[in-house]
């Protein structure tokens, strides 16, 4: 089975000016592109040829585990947003959310300290453990906490390639914006 | 005394076209000044303040992340900035051309190795020319800050010549495009500089 680029729901200077459009063009048409295409040459002839791509992520390695994961995490992080987001989730997610952090600002705290220190390229994950509590986690380069029996529920890519365009050096300033575009209704089905 | 951000040797715009001056400006005025603020602040008070930095790479598993990371940073910047030069580019020459030549078979499978070396480190990293302990050259690549010089590396040795790889060093200029980046950083390697570090 052939792994293609999923379309997004929105136009690509939707984002902006959290996200300009040129960083949509190389992020998405070209960075998760190459990883679509690459995933694609990598797998013929493999035991995952035919696997869907939650199971590359889960059980694969090297390479092929470097651009599947990479096709999972752009899509879960592109799938994430929408132009006028922001605000905060409600119901049971909020409710999640207070009870392992305390409060929503809390929360974006230590989400946005932990995107703010992961040394390197990488992804900031809020997770749901198997007790349905809620935990913040870092992971390097293609990581995904699928791999530890945790459910992603947010992403924020801290690649550089993320936002070098836009912010350059200034990681924590794409952070703090990054929650003024998120779609919460998506988020809060993940959970 | 504290670790001080060094004063390069060239202007920013002097590398152009290979290396912009917006991302030469960055790179030095904001990643490598923070990695040595960072650096001075993680050892500030501490059995570590004074001590050289390759005294703290040399024993980087002992020492925080915090150590390991800026203390990287701060060296493996230090050297980028004087194995590039504006008057660079062409190919190694003397006692080095002979010990390239004689490790890898030819400096052109010497520029293969080390361009699949930059080309592939997944993530952010460095590809290095290293004058291992008993005089052979060897082309390795690290993540991250991490240099040959830490215990920790899996290949130890003398870096000569580093090649930056984190997006920071060339997003700016080739956004995805990193095999450009690697391709033009031949026509500015101060080859002078790598042999001097060679016959140290």
Same mark, same amino acid.
């Given at each position: 089975?052939?792994?293609?680029?999923?379309?997004?729901?929105?136009?690509?200077d939707?984002l902006e000016?959290?996200?300009s459009?040129?960083?949509?063009?190389?992020?998405?048409?070209?960075?998760h592109?190459?990883?679509?295409?690459?995933?694609?040459?990598?797998?013929k002839?493999t035991?995952f040829?035919?696997?869907?791509?939650?199971?590359?992520?889960k059980?694969?390695?090297?390479?092929i585990?470097n651009n599947?994961?990479?096709v999972?995490n752009?899509?879960?992080?592109?799938?994430?947003?929408?132009p006028?987001g922001?605000?905060a989730?409600s119901?049971?997610?909020?409710?999640a959310?207070?009870?392992?952090f305390?409060?929503?600002?809390?929360?974006?705290e230590?989400?946005?300290?932990?995107?703010?220190?992961l040394?390197?390229s990488?992804?900031a994950?809020?997770?749901?453990?198997?007790?349905?509590?809620?935990a913040?986690?870092k992971e390097?380069?293609?990581?995904?906490?699928?791999?530890?029996g945790?459910?992603?529920?947010?992403?924020c890519d801290?690649?550089e390639?993320a936002?070098?365009?836009d912010?350059?050096?200034?990681?924590?300033?794409y952070?703090?914006?990054?929650?003024?575009i998120?779609?919460?209704?998506?988020?809060?089905?993940?959970? | 005394?504290?670790f001080?951000?060094?004063? %390069?040797?060239? &202007?920013y715009d002097?590398?152009?076209?290979? #290396? @912009? !001056?917006?991302?030469?400006?960055?790179?030095?005025?904001?990643?490598?000044?923070?990695?040595?603020n960072?650096?001075?602040?993680a050892?500030a008070?501490?059995?570590?303040?004074?001590?050289?930095?390759?005294?703290?790479?040399a024993?980087?598993?002992?020492?925080?992340v915090a150590?390991?990371?800026?203390?990287?940073?701060f060296?493996?910047h230090n050297?980028?900035?004087?194995?590039m030069?504006?008057?660079g580019?062409?190919?190694?020459?003397?006692? %080095?051309?002979? &010990?390239?030549t004689?490790?890898f078979?030819? #400096? @052109? !499978?010497f520029?293969?190795a080390?361009?699949?070396?930059?080309?592939?480190?997944f993530g952010?990293?460095w590809?290095?020319l290293?004058k291992?302990a008993?005089?052979?050259?060897?082309?390795?690549?690290?993540?991250?800050?991490?240099?040959?010089?830490?215990?920790?590396?899996d290949v130890?040795?003398t870096?000569?010549?580093?090649?930056?790889?984190?997006?920071?060093?060339?997003?700016?200029?080739?956004?995805?495009?990193r095999?450009?980046?690697i391709?033009?950083?031949?026509?500015?390697?101060n080859?002078?500089e790598v042999?001097?570090?060679?016959k140290v």
């Open positions: 089975m052939n792994f293609e680029l999923p379309k997004l729901p929105y136009a690509l939707a000016p959290v996200i459009k040129q960083t949509m063009e190389f992020h998405y048409g070209k960075h592109q190459a990883y679509v295409n690459n995933l694609n040459n990598l797998v002839g035991e040829e035919n696997a869907d791509l939650e199971t590359i992520v059980k694969s390695e090297g390479g585990f599947g994961a990479q999972w752009h899509t879960f992080y592109f799938m994430s947003f929408k006028n922001g605000g989730p119901g049971a997610l909020a409710e959310i207070n009870a392992s305390g409060s929503f600002d809390k929360f974006k230590e989400f946005s300290a932990a995107a703010a220190t040394f390197g990488g992804w994950w809020l997770v749901k453990k198997a007790d349905g509590s809620l913040i986690v390097s380069n293609a990581g995904n906490p699928m791999r530890d945790l459910t992603p529920i947010l992403t801290v690649w390639h936002y070098y365009l912010k350059q050096n200034l990681r924590p300033k952070i703090e914006e990054f929650f003024s998120l779609d919460w209704d998506v988020i809060s089905a993940r959970y | 005394m504290a001080e951000l060094p004063k %390069l040797e060239y &202007a002097a590398l152009e076209p290979h #290396i @912009d !001056a917006r991302t030469m400006e960055i790179h030095h005025t904001k990643h490598h000044a923070a990695y040595t960072n650096l001075n602040g050892v008070g501490t059995e570590l303040e004074g001590q050289s930095i390759e005294d703290l790479l024993n980087i598993s002992k020492h925080s150590v390991r990371n800026n203390g990287g940073g060296f493996n050297l980028f900035w004087t194995v030069s504006p008057n580019g062409g190919e190694p020459t003397g006692e %080095l051309a002979a &010990a390239i004689k490790d078979g030819s #400096i @052109d !499978a520029k293969e080390f361009n699949k070396a930059a080309a592939t480190r952010s990293g590809a290095w290293v291992q008993d005089g052979k050259l060897v082309v390795s690549s690290t993540a991250n800050q991490d240099n040959p010089l830490m215990d920790i590396a130890k040795g870096p000569i010549l580093g090649l930056d790889v984190w997006e920071h060093a060339y997003y700016l200029h080739y956004q995805n495009r095999p450009d980046y391709g033009a950083f031949w026509n500015v390697i080859w002078d042999t001097r570090r060679f």
